[in-house]
DNA sequence: GGATCCCGGAGAAACGGTTCTCCTTCACCT
DNA sequence: AGGTGAAGGAGAACCGTTTCTCCGGGATCC
């Protein structure tokens, strides 16, 4: 009985009769002999393991499931990975260098790098796949996934305005991460083109704090607006509360829907609309791009992930790496519709009117 | 210029002289070298990864993140074993047995492990340490860490009894783990001595939509509690949409506590008193404890943990394993309050009444 | 001046798998 | 009967570190 029989039989591979294989794994259970997993990555070249980067937030050293949205992508990414033979190592961009490299990673996540990240540039450089979830600013990626964030902010900002919002405010982040810019830029744009003056206050999306203070000041302007969006997930209670402060009823008075994945925001008093990122199916699918990577498979094309997401922009070949939009989901409950509004019917858009 | 001397300047082992220690460190950099971690793993038998191993929950595949307790401690552990130079892999105890095996793993957290649980059997069979965040029923573990779910839960219940609460209901789930059960335990217990009637809903805490039926079962009872403790963290808003269907005001007619780690409870209507488990500390208690086994460090002394966090209950040597009992954090908001009561001071407790 | 010691560094053996190559045996075919 | 081919299995190189041992040479010491 030699070594190469027992990895054969072990792994299926090699020429073996039927009947020495079940006897090595017999042989093998009994013993309760487990292959060494470095010796196996030293030789393959392959780790089973895939890095799950989160940037920073802000000044935070490490925001990691501070949000629903990070929480629940990471939930799916895990998943994913796992389904198809990967576990997932949670590494926060700003770990020390020895943990990063101290580590065989077959491939990275890496969750809306900034621009010029040195840590991505690394790992890119060293041939490490990196798929992003969010777009990249300049960092090179092997491919990348984001919401559809401006086809997103746009369908609230109309559907506010069906809704009979006159004056759409934002809240929104001082950081400069990518979601917070396409979101804030396509309200701007918006505004630009109706002719509405932008009414918006920024905070740094990681104090919990001071979300429920810039909520506070949005509604205290003197051109206090009639419609608002938050853009991060405790937004929702921080603008109930301070209506709740200045006498205002939501939806009466006040139409409010924020971005969250939470479910609380269906019993709320009033229950309030939210936009969805689907961060399971974000979350899926950058994990499912990246070990296509890994495994050489082609997914440029775009056939396997297409099917099931359709992309409104997905680019190929060389030059920049081939990103796939996705779209969000709106979950309308009654705090942006007016009480006059029947639920199951949206009223006819008055075509003149914005 | 031989292996050894690399090696050894690298890692600052060796005698080298400075100079020829950043000679080799200038040129390493320069080509953009970076040892193998496998290799190294292979040599040293040490991966620098532990796992974080969450138990299902009821029936669902993978729970790592439903409830807000489970996102922070994850999140904890993971910067305590990072600031120790180690990573955490996720790893669902669901996960498919090749992907266990095929980590080199240097330890693991196992959160709230079944009785007789064969993951964690095997591991700590094959001499890979295992710390449990929950007292582990039949396991063999190196360590445990757990809050000390009973005098939690009288504390609250005096808390209501204080507060004027004459019959206190619960909310409770059907799953067999350790926190559902103490916690259980620990109201039946109070109920029996101060000789009130227990009532009680349960239901699968995993499922979200069974949490808010089970509250309306609780208040639509013959025998309606005037208080109710909540388990979970999402009880909190179902019991007081539940109120609200009901007609019962709160704190008037219902006091409310839930635990949860949310601080949406900050700001509902009424704010909701809350108890924290303090998933943080727990988590990077866990951690500490793991890595010290790793090391070799003797931590059963409980010098270290001790020192921050005094144990009321910790054995040692042989024989039970080392437990952790941690205390929890009551957060008072106004669901637990009479509008009477003063809010800067707590009335004094009536002697004769319970 | 020779034995001793320390300094700086080189050699080589693991670590535990995977995998390429090769060898032996036996059946089969002509 | 000899050549051929396939089946089954054995040998050995290799993956890239760490670490133990050893070695040459210059300084030190008596």
Not at 37 to 57: D, E, F, H, K, Q
Not at 164 to 193: E, F, H, P
Not at 257 to 265: A, L, N, P, T
Not at 275 to 294: C, E, F, M, Q, Y
Request: net charge negative.
């Amino acid at each position: 009985m030699s070594i190469t029989t027992v990895s054969d039989a072990l792994n299926g591979k090699g020429r073996l009769p039927d009947e020495t294989r079940s006897r090595v794994r017999e042989v093998a259970e009994r013993l309760g002999y487990r292959p060494s997993a470095a010796a196996r990555t030293l030789r393959t070249g392959r780790s089973g393991l895939i890095g799950l980067t989160v940037t920073t937030y802000g000044e935070e050293p490490f925001t990691f499931t501070e949000f629903a949205y990070f929480a629940e992508m990471a939930r799916a990414a895990t998943s994913a990975a796992l389904s198809r033979g990967y576990a997932l190592v949670v590494l926060p961009a700003s770990s020390r260098h020895d943990v990063w490299s101290n580590i065989a990673l077959d491939g990275t996540v890496v969750i809306d790098p900034p621009d010029q990240d040195p840590l991505v540039s690394e790992l890119y450089r060293s041939g490490v796949p990196v798929v992003s979830d969010g777009k990249p600013g300049n960092c090179p990626v092997t491919a990348w996934v984001d919401n559809d964030h401006e086809a997103a902010v746009l369908g609230i900002l109309d559907h506010l305005s069906e809704a009979g919002a006159r004056r759409i405010g934002l809240l929104t982040g001082t950081s400069t991460d990518t979601y917070t810019r396409l979101s804030t830029d396509a309200y701007l744009g918006w505004c630009r083109k109706v002719g509405q003056e932008p009414v918006y206050e920024t905070y740094p999306a990681h104090d919990p704090a001071a979300g429920a203070v810039a909520a506070d000041r949005l509604l205290a302007r003197p051109d206090r607006p009639d419609a608002v969006y938050g853009l991060f997930d405790p937004n929702g209670t921080d603008l109930l509360a301070a209506a709740r402060r200045y006498g205002l009823r939501v939806p009466d008075d006040l139409l409010l829907v924020c971005c969250s994945e939470s479910d609380v925001y269906a019993t709320t008093e009033p229950p309030i609309t939210t936009l969805s990122l689907k961060p399971r199916r974000i979350g899926t699918t950058v994990v499912n791009l990246l070990i296509d990577a890994i495994e050489g498979v082609d997914s440029g094309t775009g056939v396997d992930v297409g099917r099931l997401f359709p992309a409104r922009y997905r680019t190929a070949g060389t030059g920049p790496p081939p990103g796939t939009l996705m779209p969000t989901e709106l979950i309308v409950r009654a705090s942006s519709q007016r009480r006059s509004t029947r639920t199951t019917v949206s009223p006819p858009r008055p075509p003149g009117e914005v």
